[in-house]
Nanobody, 119 residues
Framework: QVQLVESGGGLVQPGGSLRLSCAASGFTFSIYAMSWYRQAPGKERELVAAVTSDGGSTNYADSVKGRFTISRDNAKNTVYLQMNSLKPDDTAMYYC????????????WGQGTQVTVSS
């Protein structure tokens, strides 16, 4: 059974930091690209950051470049999102995604973790 379980969200003041984790199970984590998405109320889900299966390449939304860092530990089947200098606009539900393209597209989602940036 495939599971992606996010943790680490919460309430933080502007300028603060949080580290999100996503623990994966039920599939071969090391061959999947991993991403973090977010969705704020009334807005579409957007890609925040992504990392290749081997961790060798990353990309970020312009709005988080220089503030967020995605990383993965294939030995622990976990992907992380370090979020620094948080802003109220970062408030959203954050989702972990695992994706692999071969003959088929394999696409898995977690349930999300809420991040609220407010004073």
């Amino acid at each position: 059974q495939v599971q992606l379980v996010e943790s680490g969200g919460g309430l933080v003041q502007p300028g603060g930091s949080l580290r999100l984790s996503c623990a994966a199970s039920g599939f071969t984590f090391s061959i999947y690209a991993m991403s973090w998405y977010r969705q704020a109320p009334g807005k579409e889900r957007e890609l925040v950051a992504a990392v290749t299966s081997d961790g060798g390449s990353t990309n970020y939304a312009d709005s988080v470049k220089g503030r967020f860092t995605i990383s993965r530990d294939n030995a622990k089947n976990t992907v992380y999102l370090q979020m620094n200098s948080l802003k109220p606009d970062d408030t959203a539900m954050y989702y972990c995604n695992a994706r692999r393209r071969s003959l088929l597209i394999y696409d898995y989602w977690g349930q999300g973790t809420q991040v609220t940036v407010s004073s």
